[in-house]
């Protein structure tokens, strides 16, 4: 690994060491220097190689995107661009790339727009951005399960493949069972699809909540972190069919506490990747500055990445209920550039992104955390407050990315659900095992869900989701 181990040399100030590395060719220039890059940081590693002494059939083949192995030295460099290079003793090609080739795709070194990068999604992981976004979408990873494991709460796998639509929303993905070797032919030669693998109705999960709902009444705290699925027709920056979901669910805990847990791990993820991708996040600082710059007519930032990161770190997350929300709407002001009118003229009323755009970046300047909405907006599991209108509901937005986290006080009580569940017609037979948690033992608890792109999204300045994850599925697009 180029950086951990340049690191490690620079610090013991042993320069002239034996060097191996192998890589991706970036770039060659004058016969002699090649930018090579492994993966591990978004420097290259300058690569100056004696030319002379290097056979013709080896020149013509050091391509862009061709794997090589060097061995040579580690010395001071004498450009100004970079601190250390190498000077080459030995070289290989261990997989070319023919140029004919690699100019037909995303890996010419030219700039490309992020739409084509997104045509060749198995090749734009060797770009730099996309590199320093995928980093640091590791490096998030791991900051999650570090903070909830620090924290003692227990990782639990809920299932892919459910019976149930926990969101109540109907918008799932159907899994059907096919005998691949011997399928089955209906009358007219098409395949008869299965149904009765499981004895009935399956889906893809849109969400584990009900699932970690049951492990939170055993185990105290646990959380989710996997793959969620929704079939919503949106096509947004903000939206994919495919998207991981991070769900913590904590006995024993109200919604002041499920706004608390949502603050403290947001800051404490967002610190992690400040403190530990330091380079690519300079990277995509640079980056972001620019792509705004370049676009004056797109409303522009009024700070940069670095700011935007430290400030969710240096205030508290502004905690408004959603009666207060619409009366600051209501007296709000209608945007005639964007000929929006944000004010809301019903209480009950669901907030469009443009209403919660204005909440965060134009009224409180600040994410935001709105809590007790309407009940008849949210969904059946929300915990019914004493007025009898609103649920103990709580919606993280996030300045350049509207809802960020979605969460509750669940509804602990069995007759309350049970009536609300009726009123919804969600039969009892399909979710009698969570009602069970309400018959032994039922208690306080609360969670939320926090949506992982979305957080990718705000730490790398992404503007569009689908930049954002390795290969996106979205309406029309599963080529990968
Ligand atoms: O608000 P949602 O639908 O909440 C739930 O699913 C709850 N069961 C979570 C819980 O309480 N355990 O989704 C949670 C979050 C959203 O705030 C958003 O960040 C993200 O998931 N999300 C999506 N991200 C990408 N593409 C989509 N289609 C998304 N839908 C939701
Ligand atoms: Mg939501």
Not at 25 to 43: P, W
Not at 45 to 71: M, W, Y
Not at 407 to 422: A, F, N, P, T, Y
Not at 444 to 473: C, K, W, Y
């Amino acid at each position: 690994m180029i950086q951990a181990k340049i690191a490690e040399i620079l610090e013991s100030d042993q320069f002239l060491q034996e060097f191996h590395i192998r890589g991706w060719v970036r770039s060659f220039r004058s016969n002699r220097f090649i930018a090579l890059n492994d993966g591990s940081t978004i420097n290259n590693l300058q690569c100056v190689i004696d030319f002379e002494n290097t056979s013709e059939e080896t020149l013509k083949r050091i391509n862009v995107g061709a794997a090589i192995s060097v061995k040579g030295t580690l010395q001071e460099s004498q450009g100004s661009q970079q601190r250390v290079e190498v000077e080459v003793q030995e070289l290989k090609i261990l997989g070319d790339a023919n140029p004919d080739e690699v100019k037909l795709t995303i890996l010419s070194p030219k700039k490309h727009s992020l739409e084509k990068l997104r045509e060749q999604a198995h090749l734009r992981v060797r770009t730099n951005t996309f590199g320093a976004v995928m980093r640091l979408r590791s490096k998030l990873s791991f900051a999650v399960h570090k903070y909830f494991q620090e924290k003692n709460f227990y990782y639990v796998n809920t299932p892919i493949i459910t019976g149930s639509d926990a969101e109540g929303a109907g918008e799932m993905f159907k899994v059907t069972a096919m005998d691949l070797k011997n399928p089955s032919k209906n009358e007219d030669g098409s395949i008869n699809y299965k149904d009765d693998f499981f004895g009935k109705e399956t889906n893809l999960t849109v969400s584990g909540q009900l699932e970690a709902e049951t492990f939170a009444l055993a185990l105290g705290q646990v959380y989710t972190f996997g793959p969620t699925f929704r079939a919503e027709n949106s096509n947004t920056s903000r939206h994919l069919a495919e998207f991981w979901m991070i769900e913590p669910e904590v006995a024993f805990c109200d919604l002041d506490g499920n706004m608390d847990l949502a603050e403290d791990f947001i800051k404490y993820v967002i610190k992690y990747v400040l403190e530990n991708c330091q380079e690519d996040l300079e990277f995509l600082n640079k980056r972001f500055v620019t792509e705004n710059n370049a676009k004056p007519k797109l409303e522009r930032s009024e700070m940069d990445l670095l700011e935007k990161l430290n400030f969710v770190l240096d205030n508290n997350f502004k905690r408004v209920s959603y009666t207060e929300a619409i009366e600051i709407l209501k007296n709000s002001k209608p945007n005639k550039k964007k000929k929006f009118n944000y004010i809301i003229e019903e209480w009950g009323a669901d907030l469009q992104s443009e209403h919660e755009r204005f909440l965060v970046e134009k009224h409180f300047k600040s994410p935001v955390i709105l809590f007790d909405y309407p009940a008849k907006i949210k969904a059946f599991y929300m915990r019914l407050n004493e007025d009898g209108k609103t649920v103990r509901a709580m919606d993280i937005l996030f300045p350049g990315i509207g809802e960020i986290v979605g969460g509750s006080q669940r509804e602990e009580r069995l007759d309350v659900l049970k009536e609300k569940m009726q009123e919804l017609n969600i039969p009892e037979e399909e979710l009698w095992w969570y009602l069970d948690t309400r018959k032994f033992g039922t208690c306080v608890h609360s969670g939320f869900g926090l949506g992982f792109e979305r957080l990718v999204q705000f730490a790398t300045g992404m503007s569009n989701i689908r930049d954002v994850i390795p290969f996106p599925r979205t309406p029309q697009n599963a080529e990968f």
